[in-house]
């Protein structure tokens, strides 16, 4: 079973270096910490691709993904790959929405995400292929696409049992 928490909090995310502060290893502590007791930092390792995932017993990995976007953080964590993507319901740039995607902003967004989470499910991220992925590859994979006013998120998971938690930062405080 996956866990995905879905976290609005304020992110600080610095666009030179693509780095998350302070607050996101806070979020990764306090939610990992509800699921591993013995959770620290130090758990937290990535494959060759670049796929996180923690090391919580000799050979054993749980896989996880993050995804941030403006004031959310999402998390997934799961036995099994995984990848998650959250974008904010935002006005897409017209030549990159007109270049990529001749749809609707939400559209975009959706396709966008499934895109995104595919890839980071095969530890791959926007590469060359990203722009090639068809939805029929997604067959063999639990996709889930949330919608709402706020934002657009979508899990691919190999799981087919998924668990949404939406976390607000000040319940922590």
């Known amino acids: ?90 006005k897409v740039n017209e030549i990159t929405k007109k270049y990529f995607f001749k749809r609707s902003n939400i559209d975009f967004l959706k396709e966008w995400t499934l895109k995104e989470a595919y890839s980071k499910l095969l530890g791959r991220g926007i590469d060359e292929k990203f722009f090639n992925i068809k939805k029929s590859r997604l067959l063999n994979y639990y996709v889930k696409t949330i919608e709402n006013e706020n934002y657009i998120l979508t899990v691919v998971s190999l799981d087919d049992i998924v668990q949404f938690y939406q976390i607000e930062k000040k319940e922590w405080d």
């Open 1 to 90: 079973m996956a866990k995905i928490y879905i976290v609005k909090s304020k992110i600080n995310f610095d666009k030179k270096t693509k780095m998350v502060f302070n607050e996101k290893n806070e979020i990764i502590t306090k939610i990992f910490k509800q699921n591993y007791k013995d959770f620290e930092l130090s758990m937290l390792k990535y494959t060759n691709s670049g796929q996180p995932y923690l090391s919580v017993r000799k050979g054993k990995k749980i896989y996880c993904s993050f995804s941030y976007s403006n004031n959310y953080c999402v998390i997934g964590i799961s036995e099994n790959c995984l990848g998650i993507d959250i974008e904010t319901n935002k």
